[in-house]
């Protein structure tokens, strides 16, 4: 069985007084919700704050990126065995903003996710297709291209410990989710590529949907045979509503 979990991304959003208001309602609620692992993944600079909130609580808290370097001079980046200093568990890797405005690739998803696993922390590797590779019948190509290069660097213990997340590109902050058939489509096929890579990883790894998840979709989403969770952007910034996506991941 695998556990589901719903990961807040916060973006870059929050201020110390918002942080606490939010990060309080969540970890009060959080003891109520114990068949779902619940992450937060505020902006690094209030990843002390968040450990310092939620520590002792079920809530679990993470990155929302991380260097593929392990120390030096890289200035103004973040190491895995610093989020890990910091008591994280999770850091996401491979957002499509930072594929799209950060120009990272492929092989450095790939890198980052190595770094992170090798330093203890659970990737949440996201992969996605646009719109236009969606309309021009691409979107399993474009999945799979971006899937494999993390499989090839991975060995099977690595693998069966990531976490992945659907999010299509046009869905994310825009409204717009896909329909639970075209997500759970999707999360077949990245299931069935991590079961050729290794049976185990097909069994254990939880896949996220992710894209314009609220209270009032989230349900249906979750409902779906390889939707494990989701990874929530605009709606984990409220607590109400991040709470109840929560909750209608651990029905
Ligand atoms: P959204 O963001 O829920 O605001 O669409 C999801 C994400 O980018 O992870």
Not at 4 to 31: D, F, H, I, R
Not at 149 to 156: F, G
Not at 181 to 195: D, G, N
Request: proline share 3%; glycine share 8%.
């Amino acid at each position: 069985m695998r556990k589901p979990l719903v990961a807040g991304n916060w973006k870059m959003n929050g201020s110390t007084s918002a942080n606490a208001a939010l990060l309080q309602a969540v970890q009060a609620e959080s003891t109520k919700l114990a068949s779902v692992e619940i992450v937060v993944c505020p902006p690094a600079v209030y990843l002390a704050q968040a450990k310092s909130a939620l520590k002792g609580s079920p809530v679990r808290w993470g990155a929302q990126n991380l260097s593929d370097q392990e120390s030096g001079a890289f200035t103004g980046e973040i190491s895995a065995t610093m989020l890990r200093d910091l008591e994280c568990q999770f850091v996401i890797v491979g957002h499509s903003e930072r594929r799209a405005l950060y120009g990272e690739t492929d092989a450095l998803v790939a890198d980052k996710t190595l770094r992170a696993l090798r330093a203890g922390l659970v990737p949440v590797v996201c992969v996605g297709e646009t719109l236009s590779e969606r309309d021009a019948g691409t979107t399993l190509a474009v999945i799979n291209r971006q899937l494999a290069v993390v499989i090839a660097e991975l060995d099977n213990a690595e693998l069966s410990k990531l976490v992945v997340a659907y999010e299509p590109v046009w869905a994310i902050g825009t409204g717009r989710t896909a329909t639970p058939e075209q997500a759970q489509e999707v999360h077949a096929a990245i299931r069935r590529q991590l079961t050729e890579a290794s049976a185990e990883s097909g069994a254990t790894v939880r896949i996220l949907y992710g894209g314009s998840v609220k209270p009032g979709n989230a349900r249906e989403i979750f409902s779906m045979a390889d939707v494990d969770g989701g990874l929530i952007g605009g709606a984990s910034l409220v607590a109400n509503d991040f709470l109840a996506i929560c909750q209608a991941a651990a029905q």
